[in-house]
Each structure stands twice: as C-alpha cells, then as structure tokens.
C-alpha cells in the first residue's frame, strides 16, 4: 500500500488543521492506521491511532482531547483533525498502516507501511 499524507501547513496557536492520509494500491480497511510525529533531531512519536473499523482509537496523552483521528473506508482515506494547536505539535506529520489491522501499535516499528510526511508549524 502506498500513503500520500497533506494537510500540513502553517497556523497560529489556538488554530486548527486537518490532514489527510490518502492510500492506494490495496484496501485501507485491511488495516489499523496511524498518526506520528518527528521534530528534528528526535525520534517518531507516535499521536494517534485508529483500528480497521473505526470503532477503537489511541492518542497520546499529550493531544487527548485536542486531536481526533477517523478514516472513510470507502475512500481509502484516514483523517487527524488537529484542534487548539500549540507551538510544540509544530513537527513533520506522518501516516502508517499496520497490517495487523485488529491492534493499535504505538511503536514505528509496529507500522509495515509510511507515507512522506506533510509538515505542521504552529507560530504566531
């Protein structure tokens, strides 16, 4: 499968944004998808994660309550939906798909497949 993720871009503190994660060559709803992070000169963190039916997500305790991860099966697509964005959620934005599709994984490596990244700069 391949991942083509958007949606990045530059917004103020307190903005929102919503990113997308686009996949292609196989069924997304064979998968669990998720969401990570890197800033510069620091390892994958891992943000938010949902199952392949939708009906179980994870995040990371930092983004609970701010941040909301779904997908459209039907478009192949995965969302994260960013609310009241902080300086420090400014990093590259990652998407992956685990083909253990019944998990959600918090590590990189429980992730098979990852797309580019699309950048998110939080600044006034």
């Known amino acids: 499968v391949q991942l083509q993720a958007s949606g990045g871009g530059l917004v103020q503190p307190g903005g929102s944004l919503r990113l997308s994660c686009a996949a292609s060559?196989?069924?997304?709803?064979?998968?669990?998808m998720g969401w990570f992070r890197q800033r510069p000169g620091e390892e994958r963190e891992f943000v938010a994660g949902i199952e392949w039916s939708g009906s179980r997500t994870s995040y990371t305790d930092s983004v609970k309550g701010r941040f909301t991860i779904s997908r459209d099966n039907a478009k192949n697509t995965v969302f994260l939906r960013m609310n009241s964005l902080k300086p420090e959620d400014t990093a590259v934005y990652l998407c992956?798909?685990?083909?253990?599709?019944?998990?959600?994984?918090?590590?990189?490596?429980?992730?098979?497949?990852w797309g580019q990244g699309t950048q998110v700069t939080v600044s006034s």
């Open positions: 992956a798909a685990d083909r253990a599709a019944l998990r959600i994984g918090v590590l990189s490596r429980d992730y098979d497949y």
């Open positions: 060559g196989d069924t997304l709803s064979r998968y669990t």
